[in-house]
């Protein structure tokens, strides 16, 4: 079957460095996506990796390892307003779109 | 700005009582997607629309129906709302390269009594 793993919550301080790991076991690979969901509302897009590597986009960074099936997100300088939960989701051989059940961050003063 | 438009954000429905969730899209994308999320649970899939082909999820309920009356909106129903069927119910769209981003609305919550 296919799976995404994810911790399911995570605490950080404002100002400090968090990194949200994912692991994937799916049936073919066509990119990884981050998105990033307050309480009671929509995913929003933050990044997409299909390549191997870090693609940095401000205080948010997202790193790619196809062999090892696994990424992570990594967010710099954490403010109050990124307390959300952080979901990962593959694309996978049928481009059908696998989601994580998300990483609740918490973030504290 | 482009955007994905969803109505109502909160429905309150009766078990067995028919509802219609609606969702506009401005961003002209040809792909539009449902999806059913519970708390702390990943989003859930029903059906999308590639233009106007329908692909229904082999395991979505058959309570569930869906109409694209043309490129800018889509409607999700369900015909008998059971206890089950509380959640929050997402649309998004996104460009017709398999890889291309989905754009989500800010969803629908439904409450069933």
């Known amino acids: 079957g296919q799976n995404i793993d994810q911790p399911t919550e995570m605490t950080a301080t404002e100002g400090a460095i968090v990194q949200i790991n994912c692991t994937y076991q799916?049936?073919?690979?066509?990119?990884l996506f981050w998105y990033q969901q307050h309480a009671g509302e929509a995913p929003t897009f933050l990044s997409y990796n299909v390549l191997d590597g870090l693609e940095e986009k401000g205080r948010f960074s997202s790193f790619l390892s196809r062999s090892k099936g696994y990424s992570y997100l990594l967010l710099k300088e954490l403010q109050m307003k990124d307390s959300a939960s952080y979901l990962c989701a593959v694309m996978d051989s049928n481009y059908q779109l696998i989601w994580g059940a998300g990483t609740k961050l918490i973030i504290k003063p | 700005d482009a955007m994905v438009i969803q109505n109502p954000r909160y429905q309150v429905t009766q078990f067995g009582k028919p509802v219609t969730l609606s969702c506009s899209q401005t961003?002209?994308?040809?792909?539009m997607y449902w999806y059913q999320q519970k708390s702390s649970q990943a989003p859930k899939l029903l059906f999308h629309?590639?233009?106007?082909?329908?692909?229904n999820e082999a395991d979505t309920p058959d309570n569930f129906q869906s109409r694209r009356p043309n490129t800018s909106f889509c409607f999700l129903d369900i015909r008998s709302p059971g206890l089950g069927d509380a959640a929050m119910y997402l649309c998004?769209?996104?460009?017709?390269?398999?890889?291309?981003?989905?754009?989500f609305g800010p969803g629908t919550r439904l409450t069933v009594l």
């Open positions: 629309y590639y233009d106007k082909d329908f692909n």
């Open positions: 998004a769209t996104s460009g017709t390269a398999p890889t291309d981003t989905q754009y």
């Open positions: 961003l002209n994308h040809n792909v």
């Open positions: 799916t049936s073919g690979f066509n990119g």
